[in-house]
């Protein structure tokens, strides 16, 4: 190749680097000048309750059982395991065919008792009325005192006669109302509104005297837990507290805190009473006591990034710089972070794309 064509070739290589080079310019001046695309939030200084969490068991409120006061062979169950039960309603009785023979026969003798007291009782006015007007014929000197103690003998008589009708019939009126409550007391009635956890017993079978026949749970629940003992300094009955179940928070409050703590895990137990109708016994939900309040910058935590150190993208004059942060406090999905101010942009979204000081346009959804 001569040197004339030579220095031809090399001027047209120039020319075409010069125009790739410019090219090239030009696509990072595009670049710089749309930047990447980040969605932010600007940060808040804002106060949020300070949290102590446990696992707390939901357990009915309240458990009555129901059980005779005297044995008997259950004559009708009138309730079933989930059935609801207004209060005053009857769920069971006893089969009373034999104490209602014997309130029956109990019921005759007193009628029988009251006739015999009410003989007596005529007798002994009769005799009452004699006596005194013998009395009064014998200070006349009518009658001898013979015929007067004769008298008094009989009035005495009669009063024997009508305190001893008395007697029985307190002792027979004392045996009728053993036996009409007996009769009352085959009846169970509920004494609260509630629902039935379980019936103990089937219709006919002999019912021990005092044992569970029907088992009651009150509509509320509570959840319990047991508390630490550091945290328990910290806990009132005033405390606010929430439950998370599926999802949801819901509010709840404190209706028990025990002095003593359990001997066998020292915790103190605590319930917590909820209304939620979703929640069902037997489940393990995670309880909120709130035990202060704490200022801070919160962020999302999807915001927040890792080199070996946590970081955070701030946005300032239309570029992302990474400043590193601390986290001083966990609430659900937020984190309190130390290192950025109230009021700076912080990028919430395209951060992996990012680096130190890249360019980019804040978009909004």
Request: charged share 25%.
């Amino acid at each position: 190749m001569t040197a004339k064509k030579y220095m031809k070739t090399l001027g047209m290589v120039s020319v075409v680097a010069l125009a790739l080079t410019g090219c090239q310019a030009e696509a990072s001046e595009v670049i710089e000048v749309s930047g990447l695309p980040v969605e932010t939030i600007v940060a808040e200084n804002i106060s949020r309750p300070i949290e102590v969490e446990y696992m707390g068991t939901v357990a009915p409120e309240d458990q009555i059982n129901y059980g005779f006061k005297s044995a008997g062979r259950l004559g009708e169950l009138l309730v079933q395991p989930g059935d609801f039960v207004e209060e005053g309603q009857i769920i069971a009785k006893l089969d009373t065919s034999d104490l209602d023979l014997q309130l029956n026969a109990v019921s005759a003798q007193v009628q029988a008792a009251k006739k015999d007291i009410s003989k007596a009782q005529e007798a002994w006015n009769y005799d009452n009325e004699l006596l005194s007007k013998m009395e009064k014929l014998f200070e006349a000197g009518s009658i001898s005192r013979d015929q007067l103690d004769q008298v008094q003998l009989k009035f005495d008589i009669s009063s024997d006669s009508l305190a001893q009708a008395k007697d029985g019939y307190r002792a027979i009126q004392s045996n009728y109302n053993l036996s009409n409550n007996l009769v009352d007391d085959a009846i169970l009635i509920a004494k609260n509104e509630g629902i039935v956890l379980a019936t103990q017993y089937e219709p006919g079978e002999l019912v021990p005297q005092g044992y569970p026949v029907v088992i009651m749970r009150s509509e509320t629940k509570v959840v319990q837990v047991g508390l630490s003992q550091n945290d328990i300094d910290f806990i009132k009955m005033e405390t606010p507290v929430t439950l998370e179940y599926n999802n949801m928070v819901i509010p709840a409050e404190i209706v028990e805190l025990n002095d003593m703590p359990d001997m066998a895990t020292r915790t103190y137990l605590a319930k917590v009473r909820t209304t939620h109708e979703d929640i069902r016994l037997g489940k393990i939900i995670d309880v909120n006591f709130a035990v202060g309040e704490d200022s801070g910058v919160w962020v999302p935590m999807t915001a927040v990034m890792s080199d070996g150190e946590k970081f955070v993208y701030v946005v300032e004059d239309g570029r992302a710089f990474k400043r590193i942060i601390s986290i001083e406090n966990i609430s659900g999905f937020d984190v309190q972070v130390d290192g950025v101010e109230s009021g700076e942009s912080i990028v919430t979204s395209g951060m992996k794309k990012l680096s130190d000081g890249t360019k980019v346009e804040v978009v909004t959804n």
